[in-house]
């Protein structure tokens, strides 16, 4: 009994260790004018460079042209539809006077870039996804995806410490 319960103190005590040294990272990348910004964060293992989630998080400033305003909100509540009921895609929207936004949530390892049924009821989620999730080696890369945003002129944000 007394070797078992050794055996067990530490498996878990690797299993902690293991855990431990799990090699995350998180990084962010903005684009601003303006009307906008846009903000793309990446939590990534950066011991395989897989990317784990990608959230995309738009603010459009608004004019004080109703007109503007009005379609603005429209197109914006057009694109979260779209992304509705999409597998590993998490989309909220915020509404406010002066701004609207919507934060676009994706679980890598739920959400499928070559779904076609997906990639037809959501064109611009999947336009944008194929620019900022790219695979390299049958896995979406961190590195291949950031080469890719920055040509795009998002700009990485360096952690303040």
Request: hydrophobic share 35%; with cysteine; glycine share 4%.
């Amino acid at each position: 009994m007394k070797k078992i319960l050794k055996l067990s103190i530490v498996l878990l005590g690797a299993l902690f260790v293991l855990l431990g040294c799990r090699s995350e990272s998180k990084s962010v990348f903005v684009l601003q004018t303006d009307t906008s910004k846009v903000t793309y964060t990446y939590v990534y293992d950066k011991g395989n460079d897989t990317v784990i989630s990608l959230t995309t998080d738009v603010v459009v400033r608004l004019s004080g042209v109703q007109e503007f305003a009005t379609e603005t909100r429209q197109k914006r509540d057009e694109l979260v539809n779209q992304m509705k009921d999409i597998e590993g895609v998490k989309v909220t929207s915020s509404d406010g006077e002066n701004a609207i936004g919507f934060t676009i949530e994706i679980d890598v390892k739920k959400f499928k870039l070559d779904d076609a049924e997906s990639r037809e009821k959501a064109p611009s989620l999947y336009q944008t996804m194929d620019t900022a999730l790219i695979k390299k080696n049958d896995k979406v890369s961190f590195s291949a995806s950031k080469e890719s945003i920055e040509r795009l002129g998002l700009e990485e944000q360096k952690e303040e410490k």
